[in-house]
Every structure is written in C-alpha cells, then in structure tokens.
C-alpha cells in the first residue's frame, strides 16, 4: 500500500463519532499535520455546519492545527514535552534527507528511508502515550460517552495492538482519490473516494497578483509550486529551475522562501505563499510545476491544467505516474534535471495539445459524480453515526486468523483428505505386492 493510501485512508480512521438522541452527532478527531489537516479540517467544518459537534484532540506543540483560531470546530489540546520548533525542524531534516540526500547505492537508500520511519514513527509513538498518560484528558473523553468509537488507539482489553489490528476496526475508509487519478480495481463496500474534496471554485486574485498574472498578455502564466512541506531548496537546484524558467514566453509565480536565485529571470515572480487553487482556476494559467502532492495534483484536475512533475517523496511519484501515463503530465528527476529539461517539460505541456486534451478528460470525470466528494464523505461519516458502525459493509476477512486469511487450514483439510488416502492405498498395496512375494517364494521352495 502507498503512502498515499496510508495517511489518506486514514481519514475516518482519525474519527471517533457518535449519533445521540437526537439528529447530531458528536465527533473526536486525532489529526495530522500538513495536507492530511487541511482536508480533515474542510469535513470537519461541513460538519460543524451540518449541526455537529466536532471535538478535535491537539497537542501543543502542532503545527498546522490551530486551536486558537476563531471557529465552531472545539479543541482538547494535551502537553508534550517537545516544541513546535522541535517538531518544525524534525519535518523539515525528515523532507530534507528524502529529498536532498544522495546515496551512493540502492541499499544505503533503503536504510536512509528506513531511519527516516524509525524516526517518525517514534515521534508518532510519543504524540499517543502523551495523550493516553493523561489521565485528566482521558477521563474527560471517556465522561463524554461516545457511542461509536471509530478509531481505538486502546485496545478493550488493555494490551498492545498492532497497525493491522487498529486498521482493521475501522468502520468506514474515505480515500482521497478517485478514478480520474487512479486506475480500476477491486474495492470494498466500505470504501469510498473522495478525492479533491477540498477543491472549489477560483477567488479573485490580490489586486498585485492579478495584475502581474494580466500582464502576461497571450502567453499567460506558469504556476510552480513544491508544497507547504518544501519552502526551499539548495542554491544549485534553485538555479536550474530560475534558469529555465527565465526562458519561457510566459509569466512564472514560484511560491519559493529562498534566497533569490541569481539566474532569475524578470519573468518570474517569488512568493512566500500563493492561492493555488485560485491561480490554477485563472484563465491565463497554462501549466502547473508541481511536487505531485494529492491536494495539488487534484486542484489542476479540478481546473484543467497540464502538469510538470517533480515527485520528491511518499505518495509524489505514485501521483506523477498516474497523470504521466494519461497523458496530462510529463515527469521529470528532482535531483538530475537540468534547466534544459525543464524548460523542454514546459513547452511540451503548454504547445503540444494533446496534454490540455488529456487533463480536460480526466477533469470532466472529476465533475461528473453523484455527489460532490465533499458532500459524498460527509454522507458516509453520517451513515456510520446513523446505524452506530457500519458493520453491514466491513468485510468479514478482519475477524479470521492469518491461517484462515490465507485458507492454509482448508489447504491443510484438502492436502490430508489426498495425503491418507493414497497413503493407505499405497500401504495397503505394498502388503499385498509382500504377501503375493512371499507366497511364490514359498511355491518355489516347495
């Protein structure tokens, strides 16, 4: 399973939800930071707008959870020993060493990722028992006496619980993807798409911004963006990409905190932020340079605009080659493209039709649903608060034991069902051949 699918599954798997008497229910969320937050966050307040109450548990040391924000959505928020700082820096060296380490074998590269989810994963380890030691908080939860319990960290019994065990209790999993990314396969009844639920219509521009984007004129712009979780890169990557950037017709705005490339070009624009969804809603933009983050994959499908990929890390490269092979990108190497593969990238997205063609496809596909991905997740959400779980659609393959999973005892039944049988017979066969020997040994003798 990809990381994608791993953090993204998890979305009603952070959900701990019950339905009361009367239509609303009361929902516990455990949430994640970065992407993973800004689309929980976007249920979440459907949510609190449908009449819910939404209970989010938050540590202090969060970087993208926000308690002191003005909204409806309530936070618990715990102690741990460690800083936002601390935990800012841990993300940025964990994306640092994924994306910037260059190892000199196959085999240091999988003990490299294999370092980076050691680590990870004990700070993951450190954020639950920081919040399942509190005893107050605990106590707090538990006197709000939810009725369906979505995501148990604690097992009922008290003993440790493995990743599978924990997955396996949940109720519901909302993907976020849908077939517009994804190629057909098999999936459950308790798992549904919602890819792109965060994407909405494009907002005016900053008056700056548009101004800049208007004086484009025919050419229009380039959007290039790597994502909230990579803000820099070194200055000799930095000068490729400006380098090939100052040569296109068109206007670039390249969300970048760096130092100023020297290299760039009077083209281009730096910001420390930009309205992606609303720059790749514009009319003028031709082409997106993206990281190959699912929230920014699926606002280009949303709006319709060919794809530059440059996948650095986790679900990146798995996205990249899904748009790569329908024809609305074209992918490239982070660390080995040179400015005049970049620039080439570019002109094929924006001047070679086919890619728009492609990319139009597939974002007709994403509007043409039932129901909006938003309203779909929330729909589901709602329906295990309705019928307190949804029992009726987990598949029953959870409850059996690794050796039934695998039909090894029916496998074993059939195998001895053969394996006595033709060991009697041959047994049985072996006495008759040694008593008809011996029978003519004795006439002979005689």
């Not at 009449?51 to 926000?66: C, K, P, Q, T």
């Not at 618990?76 to 994306?99: A, G, R, S, Y």
């Not at 986790?314 to 190497?333: C, E, F, S």
């Not at 409850?399 to 999973?405: A, G, P, R, S, V």
Request: proline share 5%; glycine share 4%.
């Amino acid at each position: 399973m990809s990381l994608k699918h791993v953090s993204v599954l998890l979305l009603l798997l952070q959900l701990s939800a019950c339905f009361t008497s009367g239509s609303c229910g009361k929902v516990l969320v455990w949430p994640m930071e970065y992407s993973h937050w800004m689309n929980l966050n976007v249920i979440l307040e459907e949510l609190v707008r449908r009449g819910h109450e939404v209970i989010v548990l938050n540590h202090n040391a969060s970087i993208f959870v926000d308690s002191g924000k003005t909204t409806a959505i309530k936070f618990e928020t715990f102690p741990i020993d460690i800083t936002k700082n601390d935990l800012d820096m841990f993300f940025i060296q964990l994306v640092d060493m994924w994306t910037n380490a260059l190892q000199d074998s196959y085999w240091e590269y999988l003990l490299a990722l294999q370092k980076i989810f050691s680590e990870y994963s004990n700070t993951c380890k450190d954020l639950c028992k920081a919040a399942v030691l509190n005893k107050k908080l605990m106590t707090k939860l538990q006197e709000s006496k939810f009725d369906i319990l979505l995501s148990d960290p604690i097992s009922p019994c008290g003993r440790p619980v493995t990743l599978y065990e924990l997955v396996a209790k949940a109720d519901m999993w909302l993907i976020r993807s849908y077939w517009d990314l994804e190629f057909p396969r098999p999936t459950l009844p308790n798992v549904h798409f919602v890819g792109g639920l965060h994407c909405k219509p494009a907002k005016p521009l900053p008056k700056d911004m548009e101004d800049f984007v208007q004086s484009s004129g025919e050419e229009g712009v380039v959007v290039f963006s790597l994502g909230s979780m990579v803000s820099k890169m070194t200055e000799e990557r930095a000068n490729v990409i400006a380098s090939a950037l100052a040569q296109l017709p068109q206007k670039v705005l390249w969300r970048f905190d760096g130092k100023k490339p020297e290299t760039l070009g009077p083209n281009t624009q730096m910001y420390n932020w930009i309205p992606q969804n609303d720059l790749l809603g514009h009319p003028k933009t031709r082409a997106f340079v993206t990281h190959g983050g699912a929230n920014g994959v699926y606002e280009a499908i949303h709006h319709g605009i060919p794809m530059v990929g440059l996948p650095l890390f986790g679900d990146q490269p798995d996205n990249i080659a899904y748009m790569t092979a329908k024809g609305a990108a074209v992918r490239l190497n982070w660390k080995t493209m040179s400015s005049a593969d970049l620039l080439n990238a570019l002109k094929t997205v924006i001047h070679d039709p086919s890619y728009k063609e492609n990319v139009m496809m597939l974002s007709r596909i994403h509007h043409d649903q039932p129901m909006k991905p938003l309203d779909t997740a929330v729909f589901w959400i709602e329906h295990v608060m309705r019928h307190k779980g949804a029992k009726h659609l987990r598949v029953a393959a959870h409850d059996l034991t690794w050796y039934q999973y695998h039909s090894l005892d029916v496998i074993g039944f059939l195998l001895a069902c053969v394996t006595i049988p033709t060991y009697l017979v041959i047994k049985i066969c072996l006495f008759v051949y040694q008593k008809l020997v011996k029978t003519e040994k004795k006439k002979k003798r005689d």
